[in-house]
């Protein structure tokens, strides 16, 4: 008897451990898709992959526009700016659109030019690709200007051993380019907000939870960064290529036109740090101007732009359909264009959009 009511008991528990799992896994599977309509609700759009780089088309920046849906209105001229602080320091594209309107050429087409910037300081290569690709899915645009150089030169500083090729040893990348990397890997069940949230949330954890010295950048202080050495090894090129092709890519598959500039710049000859701070070098300084230590050693950084400008120039090359303009030999080097090596005074903005008018003069 007892055996019989051992046996009994065993399989009493057994059949209860088998309710209880099931019960775990109706009340999980019930979470999950609480998860997936509630995020879609308060998403309000199908594509999950917001949730990995959450920003939606007209929203950023500050621009709000109730009208900006996803065809061009007749009568405008929509311009779409993939770059980073050269595109937002002092107000940079509502000036830019206001130059634009005040030309002859938007006069005789009887057009007027809306520019979208989605530009925002230190943000690099990928940050386009990204945005461009997800932010602006369906998006018409008449003109899509794509203008980088700079950042990108940041990552160089880091030891070879260090160095991670979609810049991933930045915490700031070690959060997005994983998750990105997993959409790409699992385009069907990255279509699930839970299971892209549950990514980019455990993307993001590590981050947090890693050692220090894997979520500090080097620091932009000349005097303590330990790697600011490191960038005259460029590290950047294959990167910023890849992600320029990306892009070409994209624009071609939307039948956009893409502009693509070099990037332009300027390092007085006497340039130190301590000049800098000073104030006795040749910029019209402003309170916006930037110490090029901030990317790294100065000629390291001047090593890390020509490199990637000739990257430009080789693949504009070998794509005929982009349009292409030397924006880096276009434009002067002096004071009287930049507030410091990328930023631009008025005079320098003036002669920006001088030379993206002369783009669209050659396509008349």
Same mark, same amino acid.
């Given at each position: 008897m007892r055996i019989v009511h051992s046996e009994t008991s065993h399989r009493r528990a057994l059949v209860q451990i088998g309710k209880n799992a099931i019960a775990a896994l109706l009340g999980l599977l019930f979470v999950?898709? &609480?998860?997936?309509? %509630?995020? /879609?609700?308060?998403?309000?759009?199908? !594509?999950? @992959? @917001?949730?990995?780089? #959450? *920003? $939606? =088309?007209? !929203?950023?920046?500050?621009? @709000?526009?109730?009208?900006?849906? +996803? +065809?061009? #209105? &007749?009568?405008?001229? @929509?311009?779409?700016?993939?770059?980073?602080?050269?595109?937002?320091? +002092?107000?940079?594209? #509502? =000036?830019?659109?206001?130059?634009?309107?005040?030309? %002859?050429?938007?006069?005789?087409?009887? *057009? +007027?030019? /809306?520019?979208?910037?989605?530009? $925002? #300081?230190?943000?690099?290569?990928? !940050?386009?690709?990204?945005k461009y690709r997800d932010w602006y899915r369906d998006y018409d645009f008449d003109l899509v200007i794509y203008y980088h150089g700079i950042n990108d030169a940041r990552a160089n500083c880091y030891p070879p051993d260090v160095f991670r090729d979609d810049y991933s040893m930045m915490p700031y990348f070690a959060q997005y380019a994983p998750a990105f990397a997993w959409v790409e890997r699992h385009p069907i069940l990255s279509r699930s907000f839970a299971a892209t949230f549950t990514v980019a949330a455990l993307c993001r954890a590590r981050v947090r939870v890693a050692p220090r010295f894997q979520r500090q950048d080097p620091y932009n202080d000349p005097r303590n960064d330990r790697w600011l050495t490191e960038g005259k090894d460029i590290k950047t090129a294959a990167a910023f290529e890849r992600n320029l092709e990306a892009v070409i890519a994209i624009a071609r598959e939307r039948r956009q036109r893409l502009l693509v500039l070099t990037y332009a710049y300027y390092v007085p000859p006497n340039y130190s740090n301590r000049a800098f701070l000073e104030r006795r070098l040749d910029y019209d300084f402003k309170e916006e101007s930037i110490a090029i230590e901030v990317w790294g050693i100065p000629e390291n950084v001047v090593r890390a732009i020509d490199t990637h400008n000739d990257i430009v120039r080789r693949v504009c090359a070998r794509h005929p359909e982009v349009l292409f303009f030397d924006m880096e030999k276009y434009m002067p080097k002096d004071g009287q264009h930049f507030i410091d090596i990328c930023h631009w005074t008025d005079r320098g903005r003036e002669r920006f959009t001088a030379g993206i008018l002369e783009v669209q003069a050659r396509l008349q």
């Open positions: 999950l898709v &609480a998860i997936e309509l %509630g995020l /879609r609700l308060v998403q309000r759009t199908n !594509d999950s @992959r @917001r949730l990995v780089y #959450p *920003k $939606v =088309a007209n !929203d950023i920046n500050g621009f @709000r526009d109730r009208h900006f849906g +996803r +065809r061009v #209105p &007749a009568g405008q001229f @929509r311009i779409l700016l993939l770059g980073a602080s050269a595109f937002v320091t +002092r107000h940079f594209a #509502p =000036a830019f659109e206001q130059l634009l309107n005040g030309s %002859g050429w938007f006069h005789e087409s009887g *057009k +007027r030019a /809306r520019v979208i910037s989605t530009g $925002v #300081p230190a943000h690099m290569t990928y !940050d386009s690709l990204w």
